[in-house]
């Protein structure tokens, strides 16, 4: 679900339900876990105009489901907030919210400075509109692991975490389960429901209302075509 707050979006008309990424490989992994949540395959579509990938399904039980999560309709990122049953929850569920964000909107970069790290200096950041939503996701890290060390820093166009040196990095691999091949080395694990709850934050063998029930289409392989993306996405898109 964290990767939903992340590059997902919920439109405000209809029951569109839309993820962004540029990695094949990654996208076509999302589709499994949503199929694994919702039982239902989603379509994927290359759109050339952004250079993306878009997951997309219409699906009312799943738009609920999502809305119902706290999810915004449309336009999210300035506003976006972490949901309060994420807030709640056991540390795990925060991991795993927490690593879904991450592999939307994370990066880790590497330099060195003469003098002051030549052997080299690496960071991990997440750059978000919402100054809530760090903060949130701040708080989180640190219910995670009280061995974080999340910096936060708020301009006027947007709002940043950083986790600094490589000792942080190696927390970061251990304690959060991130997916996305641009992260080295990846942590291979399968992210099915959350570690001890469902797709939608509850206890598992909850379901929401209406969950969506569909049988998995055999002819929901990636292809062309599909709604079109309303605008972009990202962190400080």
């Given amino acids: 679900m964290g990767f939903a707050f992340g590059d997902g979006n919920i439109s405000k008309r209809g029951y569109l339900v839309r993820l962004y990424e540029q990695n094949k490989e990654f996208i076509d992994n999302l589709g499994r876990m949503f199929s694994d949540c919702f039982g239902v395959m989603p379509k994927i579509y290359l759109d050339r105009y952004n250079n993306s990938y878009v997951l997309y399904k219409n699906s ?7 809305r119902s999560m706290g999810l915004p309709v ?12 994420i807030k709640s929850a056991d540390p795990e569920t925060k991991a795993w919210f927490v690593s879904g964000v991450f592999d939307a909107e994370a990066s880790s970069t590497s330099f060195s400075e003469q003098g002051r790290h030549p052997r080299g200096y690496k960071y991990f ?3 978000m509109y919402s100054p809530q939503f760090i903060e949130d996701v701040k708080r989180l890290l640190l219910d995670v692991s009280d061995e974080f060390r999340p910096l936060v820093y708020h301009y006027s166009y947007g709002s940043i975490l950083r986790l600094n040196g490589i000792e942080q990095l190696k927390l970061v691999s251990s304690r959060l389960h991130l997916l996305h091949p641009r992260f080295s080395p990846p942590v291979h694990r399968s992210r099915n429901t959350g570690q001890g709850v469902n797709c939608h934050g ?13 049988i998995l289409r055999k002819d929901a392989s990636p292809q062309g075509g599909g709604p079109k993306r309303p605008y972009s996405h990202g962190g400080l898109d």
């Fill in 74 to 85: 449309g336009r999210k990122a300035r506003i976006i907030e972490v949901p309060e049953s």
């Fill in 202 to 214: 509850e206890p598992k063998g909850s379901k929401p209302e209406g969950e969506a029930k569909a």
């Fill in 60 to 66: 009312k039980n799943i738009w609920n489901a999502l």
């Fill in 125 to 127: 950041e997440v750059k």
